[in-house]
């Protein structure tokens, strides 16, 4: 067998082999750097849930006002800065009802909170949003308004 045929034969092998090397660590930094942004994002989302259900413990907080038997008006809808967060808080209330029979008076409370971070359309950008109803009753006659059910 002549040596001059056979010589550079790993040559072509080599090469292929660096390409599909550096292909798969390419692939894989793809998939980390990915990773990496779906996580942020579940954080993000996490932190914008927490910060929508502060607002909206909060406006709940107002319109029971524990300690008393007064029905609250809903507050002025109002935005809290929350971290990094804006937190949009918007309450409506029904007008009373009167249970038939007894002298309890009832309000429900309509409370929706929109918690959001970023520029809409970009990665950064997480919003939730949480509603809650809520009603008070109060009592009129010599039942406490603990006791109204």
Do not use: W
């Not at 660590?25 to 996490?46: H, K, M, P, W």
């Not at 809808?77 to 002298?103: K, L, M, R, W």
């Amino acid at each position: 067998m002549n040596k001059q045929y056979t010589r550079g034969f790993l040559l072509p092998a080599a090469i292929f082999l660096l390409v599909i090397l550096a292909a798969l660590g390419a692939y894989a930094l793809n998939i980390s750097s990915i990773q990496q942004a779906t996580s942020r994002q579940d954080i993000q989302g996490a932190q914008a849930y927490q910060a929508a259900r502060a607002g909206l413990e909060s406006v709940i907080f107002q319109v029971l006002a524990p300690g008393t038997a007064n029905l609250v008006n809903c507050p002025a809808p109002a935005n809290i800065n929350i971290g990094s967060y804006v937190v949009a808080v918007t309450c409506a209330q029904s007008i009373d009802y009167f249970e038939q029979g007894t002298d309890h008076t009832i309000r429900i409370f309509e409370i929706t909170s929109t918690a959001s971070s970023g520029v809409a359309g970009t990665i950064e950008y997480s919003e939730r949003r949480l509603d809650a109803t809520v009603s008070k009753c109060r009592a009129t006659d010599t039942t406490p308004a603990s006791q109204c059910n």
